[in-house]
Each structure stands twice: as C-alpha cells, then as structure tokens.
C-alpha cells in the first residue's frame, strides 16, 4: 500500500526549496513515481518544468524512500527531517494517528 499525503508532499516540495508557484506542476511530476522511474521524473522537472536539479535532488532523498509505514514515520521523524516546519509535522501527525488505528484494527 502507497500513501500519499498533500500536505506531507507540499511541506516536502517547500523544504526542498520548490517556488510555490510550482508546487502543483512538481506535484504531478512526483505523482507518476508509481508508473515512471525516477530518472524520468526528474528529467521531467528538471527539463521539462524548469527546477534546479539541486531541488530535484532533495525531493528524492525524500521520495524514493520506501518500507513499512512505522519504519518510514520513524525514520522521518528521529532524523529531525522536518525540524519546525508547521505543514510537515501536523501531517507527520495525521499519518501517526493513521497508523495507530491501523494498527488497532490489525491491519
């Protein structure tokens, strides 16, 4: 199962360094992860979409992670990706809130 958080992403793209005015174009760049391979996504933003390839480097560090959905918040979260950013970590909270029902549910 994939899990894909807006608010997450955005927060993401803005901590990357992504101008807010192409938050939206970036966004449907990294929503073809699941059919396209990396490079192509990046090719797409860097070329196509004009981003630094710096950006578009700090966005895979953060997207091309992968593994069980605790491992991932955990993770996240002990590396301090986010330090203060408000968006970031009210959606980090939202997903540890997901996880527990999950979790509670035995899913």
Do not use: Q
Request: proline letters at 4%; aromatic letters at 8%.
């Amino acid at each position: 199962i994939k899990l894909n958080h807006r608010r997450l992403l955005d927060a993401i793209l803005d901590l990357c360094g992504v101008p807010a005015d192409k938050f939206r174009t970036i966004c449907s760049a990294v929503d073809k992860l699941d059919k396209e391979a990396w490079s192509e996504v990046k090719r797409e933003m860097v070329e196509d979409k004009g981003l630094p390839e710096s950006v578009a480097d700090k966005i895979g560090t953060f997207v091309l992670n992968k593994g069980p959905p605790w491992d991932m918040y955990k993770s996240l979260m002990d590396g301090n990706r986010f330090g203060n950013h408000k968006g970031a970590n009210e959606a980090m909270e939202d997903l540890r809130i997901l996880f527990e029902y999950l979790e509670a549910m035995d899913k």
